[in-house]
């Protein structure tokens, strides 16, 4: 059976981010939380479970920034969207990320937030399909990788790389899963399981575990069972996908601050 028969058969572009969302708001939910409400008593595995669980969603959306960036019809108007989302969602994390749910100006600053990975991503991607020289586009990717770098961005250098690998292996599924795998790999691995600047998850096996195999759950559900189609059209479930993030941030510091 060809590839192209398997895609066809598989998911839609909005059931698999219907699914980034269920999956990153649980995780985050379990993983903000643990401190101030226990997760109601579970024990481990569970509680590894449940905090992992958010790793599921990350490469979802650093695919369908690839294709994004592939198909909108106004790479400025896409990329303004992304850098006003992070903005806002940034607002978000800083306040999350203050154990007194007060405001991080070094989070804010020097600490930001997935969302700016995507949009990193995606500018590597406008560099790298512009008609500069080849020079010149490889040392403005390395000045935005590291600018990921020196930020601390959640997903660190490897998120906007996943994001590269998801545009330029589209149609083949197994490298793009192999690579996206090898990138997930590399960011539990080197950056400390620091995703989230202060918010150091404690590097240890156990921890490695779970939420390196929830990395590759995400990475293999848009590698082989997604069919390239994009399900149900809305504006208004176009824009939701963007206002979740900083939305689920906000109701779980209102968890958090009803449970203090």
């Given at each position: 059976?060809?590839e192209?028969s398997?895609?066809?058969?598989g998911?839609?572009?909005?059931?698999?981010k219907?699914?980034?969302i269920?999956?990153?708001?649980?995780?985050?939910?379990?993983l903000?939380?643990?401190?101030?409400?226990r997760?109601?008593?579970?024990?481990?595995p569970?509680?590894?479970?449940?905090?992992?669980?958010?790793f599921?969603?990350?490469?979802i959306?650093?695919?369908?920034?690839?294709e994004?960036?592939r198909?909108?019809?106004?790479?400025?108007r896409y990329?303004?969207?992304?850098l006003?989302f992070?903005i806002?969602?940034?607002v978000?994390?800083?306040?999350?990320?203050?154990?007194?749910?007060?405001?991080s100006?070094?989070?804010?600053?020097f600490?930001?937030?997935?969302?700016?990975?995507?949009?990193?991503?995606?500018?590597?991607?406008?560099v790298?399909?512009?008609e500069?020289?080849?020079?010149?586009?490889v040392?403005?990717?390395?000045?935005?990788l590291?600018?990921?770098?020196?930020?601390?961005t959640?997903?660190?250098?490897?998120?906007?790389?996943?994001i590269?690998?998801?545009?330029?292996l589209?149609?083949?599924?197994?490298?793009?899963?192999?690579?996206?795998?090898?990138?997930?790999y590399?960011?539990?691995a080197?950056?400390?399981?620091?995703?989230?600047?202060?918010?150091?998850?404690?590097p240890?096996?156990?921890h490695f575990?779970?939420?390196f195999?929830?990395?590759?759950?995400?990475a293999?559900?848009?590698?082989?069972f997604?069919?390239?189609?994009?399900?149900?059209?809305?504006?208004?479930?176009?824009?939701?996908?963007?206002?979740?993030?900083?939305?689920?941030?906000?109701?779980?510091?209102?968890v958090?601050l009803?449970?203090?």
């Open positions: 059976m060809s192209e398997r895609e066809v058969k998911v839609s572009r909005n059931l698999l219907l699914i980034a269920i999956t990153i708001t649980i995780g985050h939910f379990f903000y939380t643990f401190s101030v409400i997760c109601f008593g579970l024990k481990n569970w509680v590894g479970i449940l905090c992992g669980i958010c599921v969603g990350p490469p959306f650093m695919c369908f920034i690839a994004g960036f198909y909108t019809s106004s790479k400025l990329g303004r969207r992304l006003l992070a806002v969602t940034q978000a994390h800083a306040i999350t990320m203050d154990q007194g749910l007060g405001f100006f070094h989070t804010f600053f600490e930001w937030n997935v969302f700016f990975a995507l949009l990193l991503g995606f500018l590597a991607l406008c790298l399909s512009s500069w020289k080849p020079a010149i586009k040392a403005v990717v390395l000045a935005i590291a600018l990921s770098y020196v930020t601390n959640e997903w660190w250098v490897f998120g906007p790389l996943m590269l690998s998801f545009y330029y589209r149609e083949k599924s197994l490298l793009k899963f192999l690579s996206a795998a090898a990138l997930v590399l960011t539990f080197l950056s400390d399981c620091n995703l989230g600047g202060g918010f150091a998850v404690t240890n096996p156990w575990r779970y939420f195999v929830f990395g590759l759950i995400g293999g559900l848009v590698s082989f997604y069919h390239g189609k994009n399900g149900k059209k809305s504006k208004a479930l176009q824009y939701f996908y963007y206002v979740f993030y900083p939305l689920h941030l906000i109701l779980i510091d209102l958090i009803l449970a203090g």
